[in-house]
């Protein structure tokens, strides 16, 4: 029982300590809130009109709850895993637990991913496999040691928001700094003249204007360090690159390429935020794709991979077994990223079936 009971107490001590930074951005935004709408809005004694306090309230609002939104999708949307297809065969996995020789372990693993839309491969130009989870990794997918597991299009695991940034939520992390950047800003603009008339000696000495002053230093504080984040991944996402991909490069069949799977600024940012622009501002899903296979603007065929016919590659599975997003494989849209068509509208049943059969020249 003792090793048991301590295993217990050092899991939940690793939970808190997981927990620790959401409990401390969140006593963060509690405590601003306090300090703008109570100590400056409300309580505040100066010469300030209703109609100003009217406006500053309702913008300070909507931006609040929009921040807590998106942070709330980045916390608690499950990051997805590869689908079931990408894992070994019972007999495939004795195989290779019996196999000594790395050229008979890869022997097995190009067969096994000559069914799959797989096209990068390791720095030595192996096929990429997770030892860990069993499996043949999709590109642009990556082993968590944090949550142990893979993660499809893994771009970190952000210790923020106690959550692997990556397919299911990347829209949502980037929602999540946007609007966090905007509620610094509008706290520290309006914070502002208050914060001059502290420096002079001109507010009324109550408790107000301590929590006034320390408003404006937290504001301004985190809005210099948000805004090179938020623009870091601006320039990742016209890149279309992953933070992971930025410091290496993924490798395909000719070696490393660092734009694989760039398709122009455009198309990059519509394969994160969706062709439905009325829902690029809202934190709900609308990327592009399953998260498994992407386009790329590499358009030639990998000689090892042969093209999965139409109708074999099983509809999205999210954690759990139910899909959250809605199911919209890649290879239903390369076309029109690709192409520059509308995907949305081709929904005769032929061109689904043309545009599944070129899959082999259009994934990476």
Same mark, same amino acid.
């Given at each position: 029982?003792?090793?048991?009971?301590?295993?217990?107490?050092?899991?939940?001590?690793?939970?808190?300590?997981?927990?620790?930074?959401?409990?401390?951005?969140?006593?963060?935004?509690?405590?601003?809130?306090?300090?703008?709408?109570?100590?400056?809005?409300?309580?505040?004694?100066?010469?300030?009109?209703?109609?100003?306090?009217?406006?500053?309230?309702?913008?300070?609002?909507?931006?609040?709850?929009?921040?807590?939104?998106?942070?709330?999708?980045?916390?608690?949307? &499950?990051?997805?895993?590869?689908?079931?297809?990408?894992?070994?065969?019972?007999?495939?996995?004795?195989?290779?637990?019996?196999?000594?020789?790395?050229?008979?372990?890869?022997?097995?693993?190009?067969?096994?991913?000559?069914?799959?839309?797989?096209?990068?491969?390791?720095?030595?130009?192996?096929?990429?496999?997770?030892?860990?989870?069993?499996?043949?990794?999709?590109?642009?997918?990556?082993?968590?040691?944090?949550?142990?597991?893979?993660?499809?299009?893994?771009?970190?695991?952000?210790?923020?928001?106690?959550?692997?940034?990556?397919?299911?939520?990347?829209?949502?992390?980037?929602?999540?700094?946007?609007?966090?950047?905007?509620?610094?800003?509008?706290?520290?603009?309006?914070?502002?003249?208050?914060?001059?008339?502290?420096?002079?000696? @001109?507010?009324?000495?109550?408790?107000?204007?301590?929590?006034?002053?320390?408003?404006?230093?937290?504001?301004?504080?985190?809005?210099?360090?948000?805004?090179?984040?938020?623009?870091?991944?601006?320039?990742? !996402?016209?890149?279309? &690159?992953?933070?992971?991909?930025?410091?290496?490069?993924? !490798?395909?069949q000719h070696g490393p390429n660092k734009n694989g799977f760039s398709l122009g600024a455009s198309k990059n940012i519509r394969q994160v935020f969706g062709d439905e622009k009325k829902y690029w501002a809202l934190p709900v899903f609308s990327s592009?794709?399953d998260g498994c296979s992407f386009p790329t603007c590499l358009v030639s065929q990998d000689p090892e991979q042969a093209p999965v016919p139409a109708g074999q590659r099983p509809p999205v599975v999210g954690p759990g077994g139910a899909h959250p997003?809605?199911?919209?494989?890649?290879?239903?849209?390369?076309?029109?990223?690709?192409?520059?068509?509308? @995907?949305?509208?081709?929904?005769?049943?032929?061109?689904? &079936?043309?545009?599944?059969?070129?899959?082999?020249?259009?994934?990476?």
């Open positions: 029982m003792a090793p048991s009971g301590s295993g217990a107490v050092r899991s939940g001590c690793r939970r808190v300590f997981y927990w620790s930074p959401v409990l401390f951005i969140s006593a963060i935004v509690v405590w601003s809130y306090y300090a703008f709408v109570l100590q400056l809005c409300v309580e505040n004694t100066t010469k300030i009109n209703e109609e100003e306090k009217l406006a500053y309230l309702l913008v300070y609002h909507v931006l609040l709850f929009m921040f807590v939104w998106a942070y709330w999708r980045t916390i608690f949307t &499950r990051p997805m895993m590869p689908l079931e297809e990408f894992h070994l065969p019972p007999a495939d996995r004795q195989l290779l637990e019996r196999e000594d020789r790395a050229e008979s372990v890869q022997e097995v693993l190009r067969r096994v991913a000559k069914e799959l839309p797989v096209y990068t491969r390791t720095a030595s130009g192996a096929i990429r496999f997770c030892d860990r989870c069993h499996l043949v990794k999709p590109d642009r997918c990556h082993h968590c040691s944090v949550c142990n597991k893979c993660i499809l299009k893994m771009d970190h695991h952000c210790p923020w928001v106690n959550n692997c940034v990556g397919f299911s939520n990347y829209k949502f992390f980037l929602l999540f700094l946007a609007y966090s950047l905007l509620y610094c800003l509008f706290i520290t603009a309006t914070d502002m003249p208050y914060f001059i008339r502290f420096w002079t000696n @001109s507010l009324p000495d109550t408790q107000a204007k301590f929590h006034i002053m320390f408003l404006f230093f937290a504001a301004a504080m985190f809005f210099i360090s948000l805004s090179s984040l938020f623009s870091y991944h601006c320039w990742l !996402v016209c890149k279309n &690159r992953s933070t992971l991909e930025a410091f290496r490069a993924p !490798v395909f592009l794709g997003f809605p199911p919209r494989p890649a290879r239903g849209s390369q076309t029109w990223l690709l192409g520059g068509g509308s @995907s949305e509208t081709e929904s005769d049943g032929g061109k689904q &079936r043309d545009s599944r059969g070129k899959r082999g020249t259009l994934e990476t």
